[in-house]
């Protein structure tokens, strides 16, 4: 493994184990590049804690790049969804190589992930904190270029997520010094975050930071990560080894 490579981390989106990114992370390690998925705080039953924040979320993707940093490595944070927002949110005043969305949420300052999506309440039903994901119901949406038996086998993985932290604003955002270079990987096949959306995160990102955002547009459902894994890490690799061009 080439140890100059930047290490990239990837933060989940709602609902997602670190595993979901298991065959990306693999390919791109083939490649030489250290890579690693956070596990989000949002993303698992604390209980007798309640249930964690948006900012528990930033707290923990913070401590991870200050820790890679500590060792004297570069860091490409790479966010996946829901994982847009807590990232927008940490990655504040860090020495960050590059910040990768792919159909991820960049909210405004002051919105949260309902907010910054368009809605007003909270996409399915909150019970004791968590919102839960009902496989059967919502595999044709997230991967909708999947077989359905397949597309159910990967949901399956989407047990729950706390309800606070879709309703929790951020109070910063990285992206609108300009100073973090910015790439947005679009997902035209989406059904969850549509691409007109997709589309107004870039042009929020640009207005807010001045700058251009490097756009890739991938024929894929909401999860490449599952349809297409190795594409996706060959984006990343990509988007990884460009020089700034802001």
């Known amino acids: ?10 933060v989940p989106g709602s609902f997602a184990p ?3 990114y298991a065959a990306t992370i693999a390919h791109m390690r083939n490649l030489g590049f250290p890579s690693v998925a956070l596990e989000l705080p ?3 039953k604390r209980m ?5 924040t948006m900012l528990d979320d930033a707290s923990v993707i913070t401590r ?4 890679i940093l500590s060792q004297g490595k570069e860091v490409v944070v790479v966010s996946h969804s829901y994982g847009g927002t807590p990232m927008s949110q940490a990655l504040v005043g860090l020495d960050v190589k590059r910040m990768i969305y792919v159909t991820a949420i960049a909210p405004k300052v002051g919105q949260n992930q309902v ?22 119901a919502f595999a044709a949406n997230t991967c909708n270029d999947l077989p359905w038996e397949l597309a159910y086998e990967a949901t399956l993985n989407f047990a729950h997520h706390s309800a606070s932290s879709f ?6 955002v990285a992206y609108a010094d300009g100073k973090i270079p910015v790439s947005y990987v679009v997902t035209e096949k989406d ?4 691409v007109a959306a997709q589309r107004g995160f870039i042009k929020v990102i640009e207005e807010a930071s001045g700058r251009n955002v490097s756009v890739v547009s991938l024929e894929s459902s909401h999860c490449p990560n599952w349809s297409i894994p190795e594409r996706l890490g060959d984006v990343i690799v990509a988007e990884t080894q460009k020089e700034d061009e802001w």
């Open 1 to 10: 493994m080439n140890v100059t490579n930047p290490t990239i981390l990837f």
């Open 42 to 44: 949002s993303t698992v």
């Open 64 to 67: 991870a790049v200050e820790t």
């Open 191 to 194: 059904l969850v975050v549509p």
């Open 167 to 172: 309703l929790q604003p951020v109070t910063q």
């Open 48 to 52: 007798p804690l309640a249930p964690a």
């Open 115 to 136: 907010q910054a999506l368009g809605a007003e309440v909270l996409p399915m039903e909150e019970v004791g904190g968590y919102m839960h994901l009902d496989a059967v």
């Open 18 to 20: 670190p595993t979901i």
